[in-house]
Structures are given as structure tokens and as C-alpha cells.
């Protein structure tokens, strides 16, 4: 590994950390959603709280520095999830969610500016990113088995208490002394001339319709497994299929960049081929019947469209940042909240729509893709 010690300690920490609060923000949302315990104005100012926190969080991100962003983002998500331990009711709840999406979104924002320059040589940053995904997952995975036993040995005050000294890792890390500087942000660089980039605004048509892509896999999976009249868990069991083949293939790229399995310009590829095969093979798959071909699909599926995300990050900070990933990705970030908000509402009713939106979003990121490889030659 590369850059400060401490730096990539935390860089490991602080992913496993914003893993694990995002498995544990989706179970509170989830919980509150079965019990209908918040209104439609709050649901629409909880989630639109998460693309602001991220773009907010970006901008102090290029000001203030990772390492300053990473501790004041870990002790305010610490802070909200104790504050959830003692007062977890609605009104209260109004308060702390919020607070804990900004303080995840600035550990998320330090967390990926970071991987890029640490985890290996500055030219490897697609093999970073693919690896600091993979930290990611790895602090998601677990949580919601570890939520249960704790609930089960203790009370859930005390589990999310737990949770919040958990969070506490990656500013413990950050403060600790490094025998060398960490990565800093150049905050002389003007973030106005990014508006004026191409590459900026096809990244984010390309995550416009990435983003939603993910989101439409699930609903993909339990559309046909309705259709086909499967239960439930058949239903968890393709998602998790899908998930570890987009871990593995994440893992993958990381170790063939590294030992130089790669040749100049290969990560262009990743963001068109991928995709566009994933399309094709989700259009394969309707037609699937028995449920060993929809596993096989399903892992196919997981590591053609594992690495687009952070290959993606990748391009466009060493290639348009300058000095400003921060910003960037925020940008990103919302343009792919936007295409999951604008396309919501036509997926939910529809099953014919449910099937078949996936293919044209696989079809949409491969296009973007290719736009933006060839505006970059």
C-alpha cells in the first residue's frame, strides 16, 4: 500500500464504518416505512437530504480537507446515533436521521476523495476504487447480522449505541499522528470552471442512469420471481448472487490493474462493455425458466456491472478534478438521484415497465459511456 499509514488505516476504517451506517440508515428507513410512522413530507425531505448532505458534504470536502471532513462526519453520524439510542420515537427521530445521513455522506465524500491517492500508486486509481468499493460492502454485509444478535443480547437502545462508538472509528484513526502528510485538496483551484467541462456533465448522464439501474435490479428480481411464482427468499437469494459477483468482479479489477494485467486506456471499456452485455443479457433472461439459468444470469449480471462505479470515479477524477473530487462526485451523486427520483414513480405500478427498464438503463449507461470515452480521446 501507499501514502500515510494512517491515512490508509483509515481509508479502511472509514469504508467499512459508512458500509455499515448505510445498511444501518436503509434498516431505520425501512422500519419506519412498515410502521408508517413518518409522513410524505418527511419521506420527501429525509430523501432529498441524502443527494445535499453528499454535495454539501463534497464542497467542505474541497475546502476544509479529508482528513478534517472525516473526523467532523464520523463524530456527527456518532452523535446522531446515539442521539436515535435514546429517543428512537418519530418526532425525535425527524432530528437524528437527518443528522446521521450528513454525517455518513461526509465520512462517504473523505472516505472515496482518500482511496483514490492511498490505497495504491496515484496511477492506479481505478484499482482503488474497485477496492475501496469492496470495504464498502464488506462493512455493510455483516451489519444487519451483527444488529440482530446484538438486539438479541441486549436491548436496541443499547445495539444502536454500539453502532454509534462503532462509527467512532475513522475519527479516532484521522487524529492519530502520521509520519507522513495526508493527501490534501488544492482549494486555489476554482470549482466554477468544472460546470464548463463535457466530461463532467457525460459522467453524469452516465450515473443519471447507473444509479437507477441498481435500484431497478431489485425490482427486476422480485417482478420475476413473481411472474414465475417463486417465494421470497428465492428473491434474496438471486440479490445476493447478483451482490457477491459485484464484489468479486470489483476485487478482480483492483488486482488485474495491479499487477499490470492492464493496458492503456482499459478502464474506458469497462464503462461501455459491461453494460451494454448486461443489457443484452437481461433481455436474455426474460425469457429464462428455470432457476438455475436466473442464478447463473444473476452472477453474470453482478460481475458485468460491479466495477462501473468506481471505474467511472475513477476516470473522471483523474481526468476532470483537479484538486476538486469533492465537488465532483457530489455533482454525480445528484444527477443520480435525479434519475432514481424521475423514474420511480414510473416503475412502482407496472410490472411490464418493471421488466423491461433495466435494459434500457443498462443500454443508456453503455451510450453515455461511449460518448464520453470518445469526447476523452
Known amino acids: 500500500m501507499f501514502g500515510a499509514r494512517m491515512a490508509t488505516a483509515a481509508v479502511i476504517g472509514g469504508a ?43 464542497i467542505l470536502l474541497d475546502i476544509y480537507g ?8 464520523s463524530t456527527t453520524l456518532a452523535v ?5 439510542s435514546l429517543r428512537p420515537t418519530a418526532p425525535h427521530a425527524i432530528i437524528s436521521m437527518p443528522l446521521a445521513v450528513f454525517g455518513a455522506a461526509n465520512v462517504g465524500v473523505a472516505i472515496i476523495a482518500l482511496m483514490s491517492r492511498v490505497l495504491f500508486a496515484p496511477e492506479e486509481m481505478t484499482a482503488s476504487l474497485n477496492l475501496g468499493f469492496v470495504f464498502f460492502a464488506l462493512g455493510s454485509l455483516p451489519t444487519p447480522i451483527l444488529a440482530e444478535l446484538l438486539v438479541e443480547k441486549l436491548h436496541p437502545r443499547r445495539t444502536l449505541a454500539a453502532f454509534a462508538l ?18 490534501r485538496s488544492d482549494p486555489s483551484s476554482a470549482a466554477t470552471h468544472l460546470m464548463a467541462e463535457p466530461k463532467l456533465w457525460l459522467a453524469a448522464s452516465v450515473m443519471f442512469f447507473y444509479v437507477p439501474l441498481e435500484a431497478a435490479i431489485g425490482l427486476w428480481t422480485f417482478a420475476s420471481m413473481q411472474e414465475r411464482r417463486h417465494d421470497a427468499a428465492e428473491e ?33 471499456f469497462l464503462i461501455v462493455i459491461p453494460p451494454l452485455l448486461a443489457g443484452a443479457l437481461l433481455g436474455n433472461l426474460l425469457g429464462a ?9 444473476m452472477v453474470l449480471l453482478g460481475m458485468l456491472l460491479g466495477p462501473v462505479m468506481p471505474t467511472l470515479l475513477a476516470i473522471l477524477f483523474h481526468d476532470v478534478a483537479t484538486g476538486k473530487e469533492g465537488t465532483v462526485l457530489g455533482f454525480v451523486f445528484v444527477a443520480g438521484s435525479l434519475g432514481s427520483a424521475l423514474l420511480a414513480p414510473i416503475v412502482a405500478p407496472r410490472t411490464s415497465i418493471t421488466l423491461r427498464l433495466p435494459i434500457f438503463l443498462a443500454l443508456s449507461v453503455a451510450a453515455a459511456g461511449l460518448v464520453m470515452g470518445l469526447i476523452g480521446q
Open 16 to 58: 467499512m464504518s459508512f458500509g455499515m451506517a448505510l445498511a444501518l440508515l436503509g434498516e431505520r428507513k425501512a422500519a419506519a416505512a412498515r410502521s408508517r410512522s413518518l409522513s410524505g413530507g418527511t419521506w420527501f425531505a429525509l430523501n432529498l437530504a441524502i443527494p445535499v448532505s453528499v454535495l454539501l458534504g463534497g
Open 66 to 73: 479529508a482528513r478534517a471532513i472525516l473526523v467532523a462526519g
Open 289 to 297: 425458466t428455470s432457476l438455475g439459468r436466473m442464478r447463473a444470469g
Open 236 to 268: 434474496a437469494r438471486l440479490l445476493s448472487y447478483f451482490w457477491a459477483a459485484s464484489i468479486a468482479s470489483r476485487l478482480l479489477i483492483a488486482v488485474a490493474q495491479h499487477l499490470g494485467f492492464s493496458i492503456e486506456g482499459w478502464d474506458r
Open 80 to 84: 446522531a446515533l446515539a442521539a436515535l
Open 166 to 183: 462503532l462509527a467512532l472509528l475513522p475519527a479516532f484513526l484521522a487524529v492519530l499522528p502520521d509520519s507522513e502528510p495526508w493527501p
